[in-house]
């Protein structure tokens, strides 16, 4: 009886110490699709947040409510300073990239954000102002000098 007590208490140790296979960090709060309505034109999309193999997070349209030009032709990513990405489709643009979570700060920092509107590319950071409310700020230099928008989390 004594080394079966002894073997429980040690499996029980053992237990606390060991991450649980599938447990989530709470920086893997931001992974999902979000709605997003750019502030200037309207335009309602969908990103899907995603985590990359270095465990940084990602951000990708994949989904336009209106995914062609006035003409009919599919819209394409044509004011991207990078001439190899100008015929990147609408729905398949990565808007954010290199974001990390900081717990101290409960935010994700040290990203960037492509606006495909103007082709510019900006430092950006998130945080959740409720649990569906991401605020994501793009600027150049420090925060102060910047614009926010919210994306919304739809799943």
């Not at 029980?12 to 649980?20: A, G, I, K, Y």
């Not at 009919?72 to 015929?87: A, F, Q």
């Not at 954010?96 to 409960?106: P, S, V």
């Not at 103007?118 to 614009?147: D, M, Q, W």
């Amino acid at each position: 009886m004594d080394k079966v007590l002894k073997f429980c208490v040690l499996f029980s140790l053992l237990l606390l110490l060991v991450p649980l296979k599938g447990q989530v960090s709470k920086g893997d709060r931001l992974l999902g699709t979000y709605r997003v309505v750019e502030p200037e034109t309207k335009e309602d999309s969908k990103v899907k947040i995603f985590k990359t193999a270095d465990g940084k997070y990602k951000g990708q349209v994949i989904w336009l409510a209106v995914p062609t030009m006035k003409d009919g032709t599919p819209k394409r990513d044509i004011l991207n300073p990078d001439p190899k990405k100008r015929n990147t489709p609408g729905d398949q643009i990565i808007l954010l990239w290199g974001f990390e979570y900081d717990a101290d700060k409960d935010m994700w920092v040290n990203g960037e954000i492509y606006d495909p509107c103007h082709g510019k590319t900006y430092k950006c950071r998130l945080n959740f102002e409720s649990p569906t409310k991401l605020k994501v700020r793009g600027y150049i230099g420090t925060p102060a000098f910047g614009k926010s928008m919210y994306w919304y989390k739809i799943d």
